[in-house]
């Protein structure tokens, strides 16, 4: 199994910048992709960003420009550099990782609030 370990998120202003990090542990050798999605109040968890072990990335179009997904391979961690925040960011974001076998594991998730 893996365990994730969210941190960062928090209150900012519209236009603010926010990072959140992951942190994998368990059996960490399975993982191959690692992310970020988001559920905001009311709405389904949806994909914000992706990145293999090999570094294909994926990023939610809404997100595209605004926000830069990153690994450390070696420490198996992910971070999420989130810029130009809007209110329609507001969420809850979950740090996901993806193992060759097809399981799935969630972070607990963190709250981010873009909020004037």
């Known amino acids: 199994q893996v365990q994730l370990v969210e941190s960062g998120g928090g209150s900012v202003q519209p236009g603010g910048s926010l990072r959140l990090s992951c942190a994998a542990s368990g059996t960490i050798s399975s993982i191959n992709s690692m992310g970020w999605y988001r559920q905001a109040p009311g709405k389904e968890r949806d994909l914000v960003a992706t990145?293999?072990?090999?570094?294909?990335?994926n990023y939610a179009d809404s997100v595209k420009g605004r926000f830069t997904i990153a690994r450390d391979n070696a420490k198996y961690t992910v971070s999420l550099q989130m810029n130009s925040l809007k209110p329609e960011d507001t969420a809850v974001y979950y740090c996901r990782t993806a193992t060759y076998r097809g399981m799935n594991y969630w972070g607990k998730g963190t709250l981010v609030t873009v909020s004037s």
């Open positions: 990145m293999t072990n090999r570094g294909l990335i």
